[in-house]
C-alpha cells in the first residue's frame, strides 16, 4: 500500500511538473505572440522630412519602430540619431535617383527578450573556394532564429505592404554568428555584435518569411562615420541586394575599403554598369521600389521570381559571375 501510494504520488509530482512546463512553455509561446503596442510619434514632423519627395520618381517606402523601454545603460541608438542617419541616407540616395518616404516613426514598449537577440542559426556549411559566396548561399541559405522570428513577429504589424515596405528596428543588440577559417583544415565560429543588419535575401532566401522580408535592425549610431552611412547602407543590401562589394572586389563578409556605398568604410559610390555589378540597375529594380502614377497609385516593380536570391530571374543579366575563394590553405 506504501509502495502504492509512493508511485501514485511520484506520478501526481510529475504531471504537476509536467503541467507546470508545459504552462510555462504556453505562456512564452503566448508572449512572443503578443504584438508591441505602438503609437505614432508625433513629435516627429513626417510631412517635413518628406518634402523633398517628387510624384513619379523611384520610391522606397521606409518606417522607423523605436522602443520606448531600453535599458538605461544603453545609448547607442537614439531617436535623433535614427532620423538623423535616415536623412543621410535621404541624401546618399539622391544621386542614385532614388528617394525615400518616411511613412511614420512609432515608439512603444517591447518585450524585453527581444531588445537583444540572436539573428540567424549558426550556419552548417562554410562558404569554400568551390562556389561564390553567393551560390553558395543559394544553395545554404541563412536561417532566422526562432528568437529573431518571435522579435520582428511581434514588433512588426501587419499590412498589405509589409513585403515591400523596409522596417528600421532599433534594438540593443543583435548577435551575427559565421564560419571563419581557424587554421589547417578547421573553421571556427565567431559571433560579431553587429551595429545594423539588413537581413537581405541574397542571404537568406525564401527561408526568410515574406511579411518580414523588410526588417533592418539597427543597434549603433553612435560614432560620426555610423550614423552618416549605416541605414543607407544596409538600405543598400537590402535593395540592391548585394553583399559588401564594389567593382572589381569581390564580396566578402567584411571588407573595409573606399569608394563604394557597400563596402565598410567612408564611400557613398552606388556604381551603374557591369563594370559597378550593376549597383544603380538592380537598385532601381528592386520590389521595394514603387513609382506614383498621374492619379498617385503606387506602381511597385516586379517582385522576386524565386525568393530573392542574387541570380533570381528578376535581374536578368544584371549579375556577375565570379569564382569562390577561401582562406585555407589548398595543401589542406
Not at 500500500?1 to 512564452?28: D, E, F, I, R, Y
Not at 559571433?191 to 527561408?207: A, Q, W
Not at 550593376?278 to 537598385?283: A, G, I, S, T, V
Not at 506614383?292 to 533570381?312: F, I, L, M, Q, T
Request: aromatic share 10%; glycine share 8%.
Amino acid at each position: 500500500m506504501k509502495k502504492s501510494l509512493a508511485k501514485l504520488a511520484a506520478v501526481t509530482v510529475l504531471a504537476l511538473v509536467g503541467a507546470g512546463t508545459n504552462s510555462l512553455a504556453a505562456n512564452s509561446e503566448a508572449r512572443a505572440d503578443q504584438p508591441a503596442n505602438w503609437t505614432i510619434n508625433e513629435a516627429v514632423d513626417v510631412n517635413a522630412i518628406n518634402s523633398d519627395l517628387v510624384p513619379g520618381r523611384p520610391t522606397i517606402d521606409v518606417g522607423i519602430y523605436f522602443p520606448s523601454n531600453f535599458d538605461p545603460g544603453f545609448d547607442k541608438v537614439t531617436l535623433p540619431a535614427m532620423l538623423d542617419s535616415f536623412m543621410s541616407a535621404k541624401e546618399i540616395y539622391a544621386p542614385a535617383g532614388v528617394q525615400l518616404n518616411l511613412l511614420w516613426v512609432k515608439s512603444g514598449e517591447v518585450d524585453p527578450r527581444f531588445l537583444a537577440i540572436q539573428a540567424n542559426e549558426i550556419p552548417r556549411i562554410p562558404d569554400t573556394e568551390y562556389v561564390n559566396l553567393y551560390v553558395s548561399s543559394r544553395r545554404h541559405p541563412a536561417e532566422l532564429t526562432e528568437m529573431a522570428k518571435s522579435a520582428f513577429e511581434s514588433v512588426i504589424e501587419p499590412d498589405e505592404d509589409n513585403s515591400r515596405t523596409i522596417y528600421l528596428v532599433a534594438l540593443q543588440d543583435v548577435i551575427f554568428p559565421f564560419l571563419e577559417v581557424s587554421e589547417g583544415r578547421n573553421w571556427t565560429m565567431k559571433m560579431v555584435r553587429t551595429g545594423g543588419l539588413s537581413f537581405p535575401t541574397y542571404s537568406y532566401g525564401d527561408t526568410l518569411p515574406e511579411r518580414l522580408r523588410g526588417v533592418i535592425t539597427i543597434t549603433n549610431l553612435s560614432k560620426p562615420s555610423r550614423l552618416r552611412r549605416t541605414i543607407a547602407h544596409e538600405i543598400g543590401h537590402k535593395a540592391m541586394n548585394v553583399s559588401h562589394e564594389y567593382k572589381a572586389t569581390d564580396p566578402a563578409h567584411e571588407i573595409y575599403d573606399e569608394g563604394g556605398l557597400m563596402l565598410y568604410g567612408s564611400g557613398e559610390d552606388i556604381p551603374s554598369g557591369r563594370e559597378g555589378r550593376w549597383h544603380l540597375e538592380r537598385l532601381l529594380m528592386s520590389p521595394f521600389v514603387y513609382r506614383r502614377d498621374a492619379e498617385g497609385k503606387k506602381v511597385w516593380n516586379e517582385d522576386y521570381k524565386e525568393g530573392g536570391h542574387y541570380y533570381d530571374p528578376l535581374y536578368g543579366e544584371k549579375v556577375v559571375d565570379f569564382p569562390g575563394v577561401s582562406g585555407m590553405d589548398p595543401d589542406w
